[in-house]
């Protein structure tokens, strides 16, 4: 099965796109946005949006129209999601087959401040309903904050003995994510303990598919319950 974009009829291939020119707002500024979507292999492009941001500065929205579309079959997820676990089930699962509580490390890295996410999976109150890590009877949580180095990190982990790393990442401009999950990587490597720490990360763009190219043991995006968290790190300290 081969589907395309969907605008107002379905398989029109219509997308709108969204960008800032480093151009004073005119009518000028509307048409080089328009050929610059052009050029980029769209058809009947049309401006619906242009203005000025900033001195020098103008943003875009445009409808545009694409020819291309993919086949879904043989497409599934990176690492399918398995039932997610009651917190009930999920001490259940550690006090019988682990027998201790299961220290978790958590911090927002590098020089991101961003904790929205870290602390809706980790703090007791959790997120949507559902509660954080903390609430947990067989997880012992260590909740580091905001701009911890990888390193930092790294060094929590080994001389506290942590079973499981959850790396977070919000900002993402120029590949600062990618970069700083990276080393916090290489660092466990280089340090020996990558083998014994269930290495988790996480942020508005990370997909299962990313973490596992950076040498994580799993990713979670926008919209994760703790739930799904406490039920992966449960059932991999248990395998």
Known sequence: ????????????GVVQLSFTLPLEWSESADEAARRLVAAMGFGDV???EGRAIASGFSFFVVYAKTSASIELDGLAA????ERT??????????RERVGRKVRIAGACIGTDAHTVGIDAILNMKGYKGDYGLERYAMFETFNLGAQIAPRELVRFARENDIDAILAS??????????RNFTELAELLEAEGIR???????????MTNLLAAELGYDAGFGRGTLPSEVASFIARRVTA
């Open 1 to 12: 099965m081969r589907i395309k974009p969907y605008g107002d009829t379905r398989d029109d």
């Open 46 to 48: 049309s401006v619906a």
């Open 78 to 81: 990176a690492v399918p999601r």
């Open 85 to 94: 676990l009651s917190m009930d089930e999920v001490d259940g699962l550690l």
């Open 169 to 178: 990442q919000v900002v993402t401009q120029k590949g600062s994510d990618v």
């Open 195 to 205: 083998d014994r720490v269930l290495l988790l990360c996480g942020g508005p763009r």
